[in-house]
């Protein structure tokens, strides 16, 4: 059956669709058994049509490990930002420990990394903490409130 199907002017484009779908839906088999079974049945494209499925799941792949390495890249810098805003806020301001405490906690809520570096530009040119508030303010999420 899949000599026949591979005869047809778009026989291999079928052949690839089907087992696109075989390996991405529910169905338990491993790369491992599909690659025996078409090179059993189809020795001559065979190696043409596994040549392809993995250039297809080698790109697969890389995608998604860009898309992992993006996403836990994002995260370090997030948490990088934190930590340095932090750091600056103490340098700056002098806080007792309950102040240190409540800004850690309103500052780690904060994820987007945009307004992590506006604070931390704020924090830079703030005359005293009560402006770092004010800006502070307007980046937590809502329902939290400044010191």
Excluded: C
Excluded at 34 to 56: C, N, R, S, W
Excluded at 72 to 96: C, D, K, M, N, V
Excluded at 106 to 135: C, E, G, K, M
Excluded at 141 to 146: A, H, L, N, Q
């Amino acid at each position: 059956m899949a000599n026949e199907v591979l005869r047809l002017p778009s026989g291999i484009e079928m052949v690839m669709a089907l087992l696109r779908y075989i390996t991405r839906s529910a169905v338990k088999l491993t790369r491992a058994e599909i690659t025996e079974q078409l090179l059993a049945y189809l020795p001559k494209e065979g190696g043409f049509l596994m040549e392809t499925l993995a250039q297809e799941w080698i790109e697969e792949g890389k995608s998604i490990g860009f898309d992992l390495g993006k996403k836990e890249g994002i995260g370090q810098g997030i948490a990088a930002q934190q930590q340095t805003l932090l750091h600056l806020l103490q340098w700056r301001f002098p806080l007792s420990a309950e102040a240190q405490q409540a800004y850690t906690q309103q500052i780690t809520r904060i994820h987007d990394l945009d307004h992590l570096v506006r604070l931390v530009n704020q924090l830079l040119i703030s005359q005293d903490v009560t402006a770092f508030d004010q800006a502070l303010t307007r980046y937590l999420p809502p329902g939290e409130e400044t010191p």
